[in-house]
C-alpha cells in the first residue's frame, strides 16, 4: 500500500513539473539602459510579475503560455512571442505625445501647443457644463491653477472677484483684462451665457499679453463663444431646474420658553449685583413682576399676565402658560431659491461658412427675499470665406438683466444675519391680537407686519420700529441693465503664409 501512494505522488509532481516551465529575460529601454519595476504579463491571465532594479525578471508561466506582455510607465506597451524559449528579453519605447495639434488662443490669433512658450490654462465648454454658475468667473474657480477668486457679495448675478497676479497696485485696478472674442470687454461678464461659451483662457505672463500694453498688467481671460461646426445642422436645448439653499446651517437658538426664563435670570442678577444689592428673594419677585413690563421685554407671548409668567424662586414658566406665537424670523427672511435656466440654440456650418443663433432665459433666486437675478440673452454669429483669400466674419449679442438687491446700510435694522441671531423668538414677524391669531392689514389684504411700535403690540426693546420683512421689500435696489456688443473681422491671405487681420472692431 505504501508503494502505491509513493508511485502516485511522484506522478503528481512530475505532471504539475511538466504543466509549467519558467521564463527569464530582461527589459531594457532604446539606449539599453534596464529598466525597474516595469510589468511582465502573460497575455489573457492575471500570471505576471515586475522587473527588478537591473531589469531582470524571473516568471513560472502556464505550458500553454504563448505571448509576454511587456509596459512601464511613460512607455508604450510591447507583446513578445514566446515560442520554445527560456528566455525573452525586451526593449520599450518611449510614449510619444503628439501636441502639435493642440492649439493655444492668444492675442492675436492661435497657436500650436509646441510653438508656445507662455503661460495660460485653457477651460472648454465640457468643464463649464458641469457647473450651475451665473457668472463665468465663479467657474474659474478649482478649473484654474495659479488664480484666486474670491465671492463677489454672495449676490445672484454677481461676479466673482479674480486676481491672476495677486494685488498689484494700492490704487489701480487689480483685475484682469477681459477680451470677447478678441476685443477688449467692458461689459457685465455675468450677461455672458454659459451655453454660449466654449473656451475660456487665462493669460498671466506678460509676454503672451503685450498685445493689449499696460491694460493686462494684471493677466488676460480670453473668452470664445461657440460657432457652428461642419455637418448637419444642429437645433439643441436645454432646461435645468435646480434649488439653492445654505451650505451651513444655522447657530441653533433657544425657543421661547428658554428665552422668557434666561431674561428673568439676567433682571434678578442685575438686581442683586447692581446698584440695588437686593438678596434673591426680593430680586427674584420683582424680576417676576417687571419681566414684560415697558422697560424690559414688553411682549408677552404667553396667554397669562406677564408678572404671572415665571416662578419668582425657581425661575421657571409657569406650568399653565401655553404659548400664543412663536414666529421665525430665518423662515421668515431665507428661503429655498429655485433657479431656472433655458437655452436653445441653432448651428451649422457648410463648405464656405458657419453660423450659430442662440436665445436664453436666466432666473435665479436668491435664499434672501427681495434679491434674485434674471436674464434675457441671444446671440448671433455668421463667419463665411466667399473667396480662398478672404475670411470674414461677425458676433453680435444682447442681454437685457435685472437684478434685485436691498440696501444694507443699516446693520441692525437691514443685514438679516444680524437682525435674525440678535432679535428674540418671543418677538413676532406678524400682529398678533390678544388670542394670538394673525391681524389682516385690510390696505394690503395680507397679514399686518409688526414693526414695534406702541401703537401696535409695544415698543420692541430691540430695533424697535423695525421689521426686517417689511424694510428688504420696502428697501429694494433693483438694477434693470441692457448689454450689447457687435463686433467683425475680415482676414486678407496673400502669398503663402502671410495673413492681415486688423484688429476686430
Do not use: C
Not at 5 to 26: D, E, H, N, Y
Not at 271 to 298: M, R
Not at 446 to 473: E, V, Y
Amino acid at each position: 500500500m505504501k508503494k502505491i501512494v509513493l508511485f502516485t505522488m511522484f506522478s503528481l509532481l512530475v505532471f504539475v513539473s511538466l504543466a509549467q516551465r519558467t521564463i527569464t529575460g530582461k527589459v531594457t529601454d532604446e539606449k539599453g539602459s534596464p529598466i525597474p519595476s516595469a510589468s511582465v504579463q502573460v497575455k489573457g491571465s492575471q500570471v505576471g510579475t515586475s522587473t527588478r532594479v537591473d531589469g531582470t525578471y524571473s516568471l513560472t508561466i502556464p505550458a500553454d503560455a504563448r505571448t509576454l506582455v511587456f509596459s512601464s510607465i511613460g512607455t508604450d506597451l510591447v507583446e513578445v512571442s514566446i515560442g520554445s524559449n527560456s528566455s525573452v528579453n525586451a526593449q520599450l519605447s518611449r510614449a510619444i505625445q503628439e501636441l502639435a495639434a493642440v492649439v493655444v488662443q492668444i492675442p492675436y490669433g492661435t497657436v500650436k501647443k509646441t510653438a508656445f512658450t507662455g503661460s495660460e490654462t485653457t477651460v472648454t465648454s465640457k468643464s463649464l457644463e458641469k457647473q450651475q454658475v451665473t457668472s463665468v468667473t465663479k467657474a474659474l474657480e478649482g478649473l484654474v491653477p495659479g488664480i484666486i477668486a474670491t465671492n463677489g457679495g454672495g449676490v445672484p448675478g454677481a461676479n466673482a472677484a479674480i486676481r491672476i497676479r495677486g494685488i498689484g497696485s494700492v490704487n489701480a485696478s487689480s483685475a484682469p483684462l477681459y477680451v470677447l472674442n478678441g476685443v477688449p470687454y467692458d461689459g457685465i461678464i455675468s450677461s455672458i451665457s454659459m451655453d454660449d461659451i466654449e473656451t475660456v483662457t487665462v493669460l498671466k505672463d506678460a509676454a503672451a499679453a503685450a498685445l493689449y500694453g499696460s491694460r493686462a498688467a494684471n493677466g488676460v481671460i480670453m473668452i470664445n463663444t461657440k460657432k457652428g461646426k461642419k455637418g448637419k445642422t444642429s437645433l439643441t436645448a436645454s432646461l435645468r431646474q435646480s434649488y439653492l439653499n445654505r451650505g451651513i446651517p444655522e447657530y441653533d437658538r433657544v425657543d421661547s420658553k428658554d428665552y422668557y426664563e434666561l431674561m428673568w435670570e439676567a433682571i434678578r442678577n442685575s438686581l442683586v449685583y447692581g446698584p440695588s444689592n437686593l438678596s434673591f428673594t426680593a430680586a427674584g419677585q420683582q424680576a417676576s413682576n417687571e419681566l414684560t413690563d415697558a422697560n424690559h421685554l414688553v411682549y408677552n407671548a404667553y396667554n397669562v399676565p406677564g408678572n404671572q409668567l415665571i416662578n419668582p424662586v425657581t425661575g421657571k414658566i409657569n406650568p399653565n402658560a401655553s404659548l400664543l406665537w412663536e414666529d421665525s424670523w430665518e423662515d421668515a427672511i431665507y428661503r429655498v431659491a429655485p433657479r431656472t435656466n433655458a437655452n436653445i440654440n441653432l448651428s451649422g456650418a457648410g463648405e464656405k461658412s458657419d453660423y450659430f443663433l442662440s436665445v436664453g432665459y436666466l432666473d435665479e433666486k436668491g435664499t434672501t427675499v427681495a434679491s434674485g437675478f434674471k436674464r434675457y440673452n441671444a446671440r448671433v454669429a455668421v463667419n463665411a470665406s466667399p473667396f480662398s483669400w478672404l475670411n470674414t466674419g461677425i458676433n453680435i449679442d444682447g442681454a437685457f438683466t435685472r437684478q434685485d438687491n436691498y440696501t444694507t446700510q443699516s446693520t441692525a435694522n437691514l443685514n438679516p444675519f444680524f437682525y435674525t441671531r440678535q432679535i428674540g423668538p418671543i418677538y413676532p414677524v406678524y400682529r398678533r391680537d390678544a388670542s394670538g391669531n394673525k391681524i389682516m392689514d385690510p390696505s394690503t389684504g395680507d397679514f399686518a407686519l409688526d414693526w414695534g411700535r406702541p401703537d401696535q403690540m409695544g415698543a420692541r426693546p430691540f430695533a424697535g420700529g423695525s421689521n426686517l420683512l417689511g424694510l428688504l421689500l420696502l428697501n429694494e435696489r433693483s438694477a434693470n441693465l441692457f448689454n450689447g456688443n457687435a463686433n467683425g473681422f475680415m482676414e486678407f491671405k496673400f502669398l503663402k503664409d502671410f495673413s492681415l487681420k486688423p484688429l476686430s472692431a
